[in-house]
């Protein structure tokens, strides 16, 4: 059984900063892969970042060299640090536990109950 809870969400004028936080318990080990998803209203869900157990990273390429995703394995911690914040980033954030492989990330279906971020223009 893995729960996972985000926090951080808010709303925040266009160029400002949030920092997501995803609290994993249940069995969610260190080598386990994480990841950040979001849904935009109307729209499907998208990966937005992920990290490996060994901390290989990949991200979306709208939020490349805006956003870090990074992990605290001792306090079971997942984070997803979003700078420069644009309109379009405004979605519903989701923490994920899955596979890391190969470049590519296939999620499990392990999912908290997400966080709303709101960017205003």
């Known amino acids: 059984q893995v729960q996972l809870v985000e926090s951080g969400g808010g709303l925040v004028q266009s160029g400002g900063s949030l920092r997501l936080s995803c609290a994993a318990s249940?069995?969610?080990?260190?080598?386990?892969?994480m990841a950040w998803y979001r849904q935009a209203p109307g729209k499907e869900r998208e990966l937005v970042a992920a990290i490996s157990g060994r901390g290989i990273t990949k991200y979306a390429d709208s939020v490349k060299g805006r956003f870090t995703i990074s992990r605290d394995n001792a306090k079971n911690t997942l984070y997803l640090q979003m700078n420069s914040l644009e309109p379009e980033d405004t979605a519903a954030y989701y923490c994920?536990?899955?596979?890391?492989?190969?470049?590519?990330?296939?999620?499990?279906?392990?999912w908290g109950q997400g966080t709303q971020v709101a960017v205003s223009s």
């Open positions: 994920n536990v899955g596979l890391y492989f190969s470049d590519s990330y296939i999620p499990y279906d392990y």
């Open positions: 249940g069995s969610v080990a260190a080598h386990n892969s």
